[in-house]
C-alpha cells in the first residue's frame, strides 16, 4: 500500500469514506462489488475506507450525486468519523464536485476517474509512462478549473502573454492548454521511436498479453520467458508495455521464436482521458497476432472482468484476434473449492466447452500448465504460418 507522507510527521494513511449510487430498477445490485473493487483503489491510492454510502437512484442526482437525505447523511458522517477525503464511485462533473464540497466543508471529493490518475501517477515508471499520465491528467482537470491553477500564471510571462481584460481563469485555461500541446508534442516523439522499434520485429510472431488489472499478466510473462518484470499483488503496478524475446521448443527439437508483451491492466470504468493517452502503449495489442486474455480465475466477478476487456479492446480497435482464454491463479481457486467441499471438474469442462476460444486453466505462481499453454501457442502460431502471415522459426 503506497502510503501519504507528510514532511516531519509520521507516516499516516488517509481515512475516507466510499459512496456509490446503485441502480433501483435493476434486477442486480452491484453496489457491493463496485464498492469493492472501489476500497482495493483506495488502498493502493494509501487510504483506507472506514466507512460506506449507498444510494438506490435511476440516476445519481445531476446536482450533488446524492439525493438530499443522503448528503446530509454524508455530511454527518464526515464529522463522525473525522474523515477528509470521500471517494465517489463514478465520474463527477465540476459541477457535482463544487456543491459537493459547498456541502461538506473542508473535505477534499474525489471520483473515480480521479483515484485512478492518483495510481497511475504514482505507479508511472519510464519517461513515456509519465508523459501519458500527465497528460490524462491535464485532460481531465481541464474542465474543472476553478482557481486551483492560479500558481501556473506564475510559469508564463513576457509581452503578449496576456490580453487586456483577460480573466484569471481565461488565463489558467490558456495555460494549461499550452502544457498539454507541450506534453503532447514530447510524447509524439516518444510515439514515434517506439513504432521504429516495432517495426524491426515485424518478422516475428507477437504475442500480447491483456486482462483486467491484477490478473496476474506480468507473472505470467515471468513464468514463461523468466523475465524480471515487476509483479506485485496490487493494481496497475505495471503501466508500460513490456517486450520480452520467447521460444518454444517442439517434440522434434524444432525452435519457435516469438515476441511476449505485457500491457497496463484494464478496470471497469477507465477513464476515457487514460484510454486515449495509453493508446500507444496499447498499440502492442492491436499489432499482436496473438491475444493472450489473462483472468484471475479466483476472482467472484471474473466474468465481467472478460466483459470489461472485451469492450475496452474493441474501443481502441483491437477486434477479432486469435486469443487463448488464460484462467490464471487456479490453485487459489483450486484451495477455495476445496474449503468449500466442491468440486473444479465441471466448472473446467464447461468453460472449455463452451468457449469460442481455446480455453487453458494455469498457475503462473505455481508454474502449473505452463506447458499446455505453450502447445495452444504453438497451435495457433502454426495456423498463422499456414496463412502466410508470418514465420516462426
Known sequence: ???????????EIERCILVCVGNKNSALDKSSEYLDELELLAETAGAVAVARIVQKLIHPDPKTYLGKGKMDELSLMTKQEKVKLVIFDDELTPSQVRNIEGRLKEVKVLDRSGLILD??????????????????????LMPRLTRMWTHLSKQTGGIGTRGPGEKEIETDRRIVRNTIDDLQKKLDRIERQGNIQRKRRHEKINISLVGYTNAGKSSLLNALTKANVL??????????????????VDEEGKYYHFLLSDTVGFIRKLPHTLIECFKSTLAVADEANILL???DVSNPYFEDHIAVVKDTLAEIGVVDKPTILVLNKIDVLEEQEREEGEELIDFKNNWIANQEWPVVFVSAYKKTNLETLRDLILQESLKIVKRGI???Q
Open 293 to 295: 486474455h489473462v483472468v
Open 390 to 392: 508470418k514465420k516462426v
Open 1 to 11: 500500500m503506497r502510503e501519504k507522507i507528510a514532511f516531519g510527521k509520521k507516516r
Open 119 to 140: 495510481i497511475f501517477a504514482a505507479n508511472a515508471q519510464t519517461a513515456q509512462a509519465k508523459l501519458q499520465v500527465e497528460l490524462a491528467q491535464m485532460r481531465y
Open 231 to 248: 509483479a506485485e499483488n496490487k493494481l496497475f503496478a505495471t503501466l508500460d508495455a513490456t517486450v520480452r524475446q520467447w521460444q518454444i
